[in-house]
């Protein structure tokens, strides 16, 4: 059953495949947005749940470069428990590589004097500090895999602020960082803290080990 | 020490003084010798020369750090003659104007209300009065009651004639951490004032019809989140709980109120607070829009994020009485403001676009009567989220003020 691409149904199911198609190839030096779903179509499968299909528009943000069409299929399970099951197809071809970059951000980190640890990022203001681009977009693709799984019709998460990051010095072979995160859900307009033990390198990509919510605090976040 | 002496110069060319240094240079010598020092002595009789380190060029001598500046004039001339002396020098600042005017941005913008980024609650209470006091043929300041905590909600009320036949509502900041809200509203009034004489469509508008702008609703939360919690929604009203605070002022009004898309815990984000109409601030604006309902034919609330504009209802699924000519509105509206810079916005009835939800001033206005009622959610789509960059700011108000123009020029014309 074809649905309206513009409703929430279908840009809640975007969202959702955005966060999977992040926290599969992304990286801090590719970052993609999908916008202007064109279609959507919304098929029930008895007993097991929701499956949304969608052809929308898709963009390298960091490269500010629009990569074509995403088709994308995401499958809400009715226990609302198990993360979605999401395939899409779209062309690579189009991205920029980042292995130059990527690997120059490993290169520069794993040789600071001192493990990196921030706040508040961005600041108040939407500003973030020079060099602190890519540690926010780690941040961003950690915080993507806990937004893909915990995604369901009924939610819409954005990154909010990333509330802290810290490094972890244990391995040449990985950077590590404990983030926080504030996600943000748009449709019960809570801010959900969330707390990472991130794993990442050029060639293996993103791991989220440990990670567990936090609870809301009473004032400050 | 170089930000004494800019800090001086700053008092004395600030604003309406103008560009008394523009193009003019700062340089840096180190004389390596008694020789050299001589050879600064010679320039000092060649041109004018104002020197910041020593005091004099008398003082100078061998291995001293000697900083001067030299009028536009002159400043070509001393680059020839130093390098042809054989003295190496250093530009230390290239555009004496330049350098003093961006200090002077650093350094006052602590205190000075600006429309290209955030200002506190303490700045845009204050410029309510300028603007009130400024422009008082066309601008008006009324308080409309208090908030919870007493702070003061002022609504500007813009437009040349006292007894207009029609008016307008556009409140912004009803939810305290859309910052970009705020600032919109502030644009607004700005760009009505500046623009009153020279634009045909501002200067209708304002002819023919009163636009009341309350830029910000939500007065108590908006300082909470300057002095607090960056991520406040709700206002600073009293709860049944010990532990949480603040309602929903979106959730408040007595429309189908608390059924749906609200919540009824007060930890809750969503919380509707104990009954229709309980805050304060909610049922000040009640009072006011229900004072001039007789001729109140626009209302707009201003949200972020997600790039929307949507009309009513939130509480329910069921089309208003005037769905098409409000959905052709918005769709117009809509593509007068992605014309700016290809921003791109979705619209239609909030409900079906983004969720239900009861207890919307935006329900609540229609149901009064306001059959022309349009909510925007500002950007962006979530990249930034509330923390939109202050230097997106001026486009999205800009944008913006393209869309409302339009709606308010539409009615205007009924």
Known sequence: MEIPPTHYPATRAMKAVEHYINYHYGSPNKIFTLHGVKKATLEDIPGVGHKYILQCSMKDMVNEKDVGVCNAEILFHQDQKTAPKVECRFNMDQITNSQAADNEFFTRISNLPEPLTAEYIPDSYGHIAPGMEQIRYLGYLAACYIMWQNSTEGTLYNLAQIRSVQQVVTSADFLEFDYTVLLHDFVSQEIIPWQMQVLWNPKEGIKVERNARKPKSCGHY | ??????????????????????????????????????????????????????????????????????????????????????????????????????????????????????????????????????????????????????????????????????????ECGIHAREWISPAFCQWFVNEAVRTYETDKTMNRLLSKMTIYVLPVFNVDGYVYTWTNNRMWRKNLGESPSRYCTGTDLNRNFNVSWCSVGASKSPCSETYCGSSPESEIETKNVVTFIRKHISTMKTYISVHSYSQLLMFPYAFTYDHVANYKILNTIAEKAVRQLTSLYNTAYRYGAVAETIYPAAGASLDWAYDEGIKYAFVFELRDTGRYGFLLPESEIKPTCKETMVAVKYILNYVLLQ
């Open chain 2, 1 to 170: 020490m170089m930000l004494c002496i800019l800090a001086l110069i700053a008092t004395a060319s600030a604003g309406p003084w103008g560009q008394l240094f523009k193009g003019e240079k700062v340089f840096r010598v180190q004389p390596k010798n008694e020789e050299q020092v001589k050879i600064i002595a010679t320039l000092t009789t060649l041109v004018q020369l104002d020197f910041w380190k020593p005091e004099s060029s008398s003082q100078i001598s061998p291995n001293m750090v000697v900083d001067f500046h030299a009028a536009v004039d002159e400043a070509s001339f001393v680059q020839y003659f130093l390098r042809k002396s054989g003295i190496e020098y250093e530009v230390l600042i290239d555009d004496l104007q330049m350098a003093i005017e961006k200090q002077l941005d650093s350094q006052y913008s602590g205190y000075n209300h600006s429309y290209e980024k955030y200002n506190t609650w303490d700045k845009v209470a204050a410029w309510t009065a300028e603007m009130a006091s400024t422009y008082s043929s066309l601008v008006t300041r009324e308080e409309i009651g208090n908030s919870y905590k007493g702070r003061p909600m002022y609504v500007l009320k813009l437009g040349k004639s006292s007894t207009s036949k029609k008016t307008a509502f556009i």
